[in-house]
């Protein structure tokens, strides 16, 4: 299993991005799709999932009202979207993929950057 995420780039603060995280097998074999994100110098941290038989998303409540989180109209893809940008959203964006909701986030994509001047 393969995670692709992409869509990262530079935006002035305010602006939006839309990143996209491909996946190289079915979205049914897995229970949840998660975003992470790492700042330079700082611990991953946990932006948000959706729970993919479903569609219930969960954005992190200090993001929540700019970030959301939904299943692509491209096959085997969910998006995070970003809006209202600060120079702190700056980071490293991670998907991550896991079968069972009980268990731990299996698979990661390589990280795409966000960079938002001000």
């Known amino acids: 299993v393969q995670l692709q995420a992409s869509g990262g780039g530079w935006v002035q603060a305010g602006g939006s991005l839309r990143l996209s995280c491909l996946a190289s097998?079915?979205?049914?074999?897995?229970?949840?799709m998660g975003w992470f994100r790492q700042a330079a110098g700082q611990e991953r941290e946990f932006v948000g999932n959706?729970?993919?038989?479903?569609?219930?998303?969960f954005i992190k409540p200090s993001m929540k009202g700019r970030f959301a989180i939904s299943v692509g109209d491209v096959k085997n893809t969910v998006y995070l979207h970003l809006n209202i940008l600060t120079p702190e959203d700056t980071a490293v964006y991670y998907c991550a993929a896991k079968p069972d909701y009980r268990g731990d986030y299996v698979y990661w994509g390589q990280g795409t950057l966000v960079t938002v001047s001000s």
């Open positions: 097998t079915s979205l049914s074999n897995f229970d949840h």
């Open positions: 959706i729970v993919l038989r479903g569609g219930t998303s």
